[in-house]
């Protein structure tokens, strides 16, 4: 019923301070027009404010709203390092699904990816070609990874990798707290010339469940440089990383 639902959304929020309404709707398996009633009725609980497609907790309006910035910042300036002729891997992440909108209309690219969202977007036009990696999807509907995935991705190879990572950090490297995530982004590592990571200030000195690889595989880092993580990103510049902050 509805007490189970809204406990189970809230779950969500609170894991990841926004969510889709079409996240929702596949996670508790019901329709939308159910989200959209139950997020109704949540927003007038108090519990949530609704947002375009889906909602975020209201504890964290501000802070969301900043850390949105920071990612749109980020991806505008991710999105300048892909060249006509590029061919690029981009993991599933809100950061990447941001770079990939900034690349509609782009001509002569192609993008490989394992996020649902990412692919859904860009399969609207026909002027970047687009691979989606096939295999098992994760609980929440996010992204394919498996046996199958890392296979696929094995036939190509790619010149540049847009990565999102949950932590980086000198210590622990690049983290995920995906499980199912981090063998097919150390397959994507393997796969691409040039390792560009894409990562607010709140990854940034942050270490999360699982390795995926050393600090050393990534060219570069892509971030919104903040005083919190001015220390980090200078120990990491000292390992030779080329380091933006927007």
Same mark, same amino acid.
């Given at each position: 019923?509805?007490?189970?639902?809204?406990?189970?959304?809230?779950?969500?929020?609170?894991?990841?301070?926004?969510?889709?309404?079409?996240? #929702?709707?596949?996670?508790?398996?019901?329709? @939308?027009? =159910?989200? *959209? !009633?139950? $997020?109704? +009725?949540?927003?007038?609980?108090?519990?949530?404010?609704?947002?375009?497609?889906?909602?975020?907790?209201?504890?964290?309006?501000?802070?969301?709203?900043?850390?949105?910035?920071?990612?749109?910042?980020?991806?505008?300036?991710?999105?300048?390092?892909?060249?006509?002729?590029?061919?690029? #891997?981009?993991?599933?992440?809100?950061?990447? @699904?941001? =770079?990939? *909108? !900034?690349? $509609?209309? +782009?001509?002569?690219?192609?993008?490989?990816?394992?996020?649902?969202?990412?692919?859904?977007?860009?399969?609207?036009?026909?002027?970047?070609?687009?691979?989606?990696?096939?295999?098992?999807?994760?609980?929440?509907?996010?992204?394919?990874?498996?046996?199958?995935?890392?296979?696929?991705?094995?036939?190509?190879?790619?010149?540049?990798?847009?990565?999102?990572?949950?932590?980086?950090?000198?210590?622990?490297?690049?983290?995920?707290?995906?499980?199912?995530?981090?063998?097919?982004?150390?397959?994507?590592?393997?796969?691409?010339?040039?390792?560009?990571?894409?990562?607010?200030?709140?990854?940034?000195?942050?270490?999360?469940?699982?390795?995926?690889?050393?600090?050393q595989e990534v060219d570069m880092l892509i971030t919104n440089a903040t005083s919190a993580t001015e220390q980090e990103l200078e120990k990491i510049r000292q390992t030779g990383i080329c380091v933006y902050g927007c």
């Amino acid at each position: 019923g509805y007490a189970s639902r809204a406990n189970q959304i809230m779950e969500l929020l609170r894991r990841n301070g926004t969510a889709q309404a079409s996240q #929702i709707s596949a996670l508790l398996q019901v329709s @939308l027009v =159910t989200v *959209r !009633k139950d $997020l109704q +009725r949540m927003e007038d609980e108090g519990l949530l404010r609704r947002t375009h497609g889906g909602a975020v907790l209201r504890a964290e309006e501000t802070a969301q709203d900043t850390r949105l910035a920071a990612m749109e910042a980020i991806a505008s300036r991710a999105a300048e390092e892909i060249r006509e002729g590029d061919c690029v #891997i981009m993991n599933a992440g809100n950061t990447t @699904l941001l =770079t990939a *909108r !900034k690349l $509609l209309g +782009r001509k002569n690219i192609t993008i490989i990816t394992n996020s649902i969202a990412i692919a859904r977007e860009l399969a609207r036009q026909n002027q970047i070609k687009l691979i989606f990696l096939g295999g098992e999807v994760n609980a929440e509907a996010v992204f394919t990874y498996g046996w199958d995935t890392v296979t696929q991705l094995e036939q190509y190879k790619a010149n540049k990798l847009i990565l999102s990572a949950s932590g980086i950090s000198c210590s622990a490297g690049l983290t995920t707290r995906h499980m199912e995530a981090a063998d097919l982004l150390r397959k994507m590592i393997a796969r691409t010339a040039t390792v560009i990571a894409v990562a607010d200030d709140t990854k940034i000195g942050f270490e999360s469940f699982y390795h995926v690889g050393d600090l050393q595989e990534v060219d570069m880092l892509i971030t919104n440089a903040t005083s919190a993580t001015e220390q980090e990103l200078e120990k990491i510049r000292q390992t030779g990383i080329c380091v933006y902050g927007c």
